[in-house]
């Protein structure tokens, strides 16, 4: 383990970073709102350019929009250790979900330039564009093109609620590099994030040294029922897609519920058509967010689910389409990587314990194509997704000090 007082970050840096890059895409509540592919977000690309240029980092951007700045090894041939989260946020997000990662990596490498440290590798700095899935399903949609596991023109395709595609949007804002997407070739990835959680709080934990992610299914429901007046039809003339929505979504909780521990079921997004007080809903479209960190245990919900909403519809005489529009199996991060992470935070003398992520991230595609891991810190009362998210200047300093030390141990130091 690379070892060393002066091996250190500059936590009062890191967070005067962050606190500027949360200027940009303002929530009403104190978070942000810098949904991918907007301006806010092209803003935030281009404070984050500046930032990679002044740390002497040359640029590349995908067909996808994901950024990579590099910080050249002393070994050519030796492939580059990559470190990167996203800088786009949730509609109603917090300052640190993705951002710290992005802005923990660039601090590592500013660390590097101060210290004057060579690597055998190169370091490669990346912001992954639409890791949140906010706006154009599925979450972490540009590292799973680059791991192969969709398709580009699906990508492209992706539609948000004012049928603007992902594919016009990022050429609209002038983001869309030349790179291919994939053909770069990674000898590890690490990131930096919050817990998003109560875990590491509860505990007492600076670090969360996770070695596992839990798997994920985004069932999308399209309900067709039958408009008609909410006034004058009888309730045995009702074909309520509304009624069948309600009943799936009870049913998703119970569903959850029975799996426990370890699971995690429900629905943050739906749309009512025509949405209009005085009229039955024709069609109700949800998207239901499934999660375990154990195989069985998922694929088992999605079953039961599917199942019993064919059944709740079938007794409505609702007509239900359901559309998987996003998966990854449960996660299990690289062993030396997570050895590298536990080994930092001990030399450094920060509390930590041993993590499985709840939320997912861009590293759970990364995992697919090189060894991968996930560095975490603590968040107040385990809050993120809500513009009250927030962090310690400590957390922020213990996590990005401990990525730092762990990335020179894979980048290697050349003396
Ligand atoms: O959905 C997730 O777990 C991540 O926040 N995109
Ligand atoms: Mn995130
Ligand atoms: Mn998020």
């Known amino acids: 383990m690379v070892t060393g007082e002066n091996l250190r970050i500059d936590g009062d840096r890191l967070w005067d970073s962050l606190m500027e890059m949360a200027r940009i895409g303002p929530g009403i509540a104190g978070g942000n709102n810098r949904q991918t592919l907007t301006d806010e977000d092209a803003e935030a690309r281009a404070l984050f350019k500046t930032w990679c240029d002044e740390a002497g980092l040359s640029m590349g951007v995908d067909q996808m929009g994901t ?3 590099t910080r050249p090894g002393t070994d050519p041939d030796a492939l580059p250790v990559y470190v990167g989260s996203h800088l786009d946020t949730q509609p109603t997000g917090g300052k640190y979900d993705g951002v710290l990662g992005v802005l923990g990596a660039l601090e590592a490498v500013r660390s590097m330039n101060d210290l004057g440290i060579k690597t055998k590798h190169p370091i490669v700095v990346t912001n992954w564009a639409n890791e949140e899935g906010a706006r154009f399903a599925p979450a972490m949609l540009a590292s799973a093109v680059f791991a192969g596991v969709l398709t580009q ?22 983001w ?21 959680g109560p875990i590491l ?13 839990q798997g994920l299914w985004w069932l999308e429901f399209t309900l067709t029922g039958r408009e008609a007046h909410t006034g004058s039809t009888p309730m045995d003339m009702r074909v309520n897609a509304g009624l069948a929505m309600a009943r799936i ?45 154990d195989q069985a245990k998922l694929d088992g919900m999605r079953a039961e689910i599917e199942s019993r909403a064919a059944a709740i519809c079938a007794d ?25 992470v536990r080994k930092a935070a001990e030399e450094l003398g920060y ?29 107040v009362n385990g809050i993120s997704h809500n513009e009250a998210e927030e962090i310690s200047r400590e957390w922020a300093r213990a996590g990005a000090e401990v990525l730092f030390r762990a990335v020179l141990e894979t980048a290697e130091i050349v003396e």
Not at 162 to 170: A, I, N, Q, V
Not at 180 to 196: C, F, N, P, S
Not at 201 to 213: F, L, N, P, R, S
Not at 268 to 276: A, C, H, K, R, T
């Open 249 to 293: 979504l009870e049913m998703v909780q119970e569903v959850a519920m029975a799996a426990q521990p370890g699971a995690v079921g429900g629905v943050g997004q739906m749309q009512f058509s025509p949405n209009s007080r005085n009229v039955l809903p024709g069609k109700v479209v949800f998207t239901v967010d499934i999660r375990s960190p």
């Open 201 to 213: 709080e509860a505990e007492g934990k600076d670090i969360g040294v996770v070695t596992h992610c």
């Open 351 to 379: 509390s930590h314990m041993n993590l499985i992520s709840g939320a997912g991230h861009d590293a759970c595609w990364a995992a697919q194509v090189a060894p991968a891991t996930m560095v975490m810190c603590p968040c």
């Open 153 to 174: 023109d699906h990508a492209y395709s992706r539609t948000d609620l004012d049928g603007k595609t992902y594919g016009d949007e990022l050429k609209r804002i002038g």
């Open 176 to 196: 869309k590099g030349d790179e291919e997407v994939g053909t770069r070739k990674m000898h590890a990835y690490y990131e930096l994030h919050i817990e998003q």
């Open 67 to 69: 950024m990579f700045m």
């Open 316 to 340: 409505i005489g609702v007509g239900c389409a359901i559309d998987p529009v996003g998966h990854f199996d449960p996660v299990t991060f690289a062993p030396e990587l997570v050895g590298n």
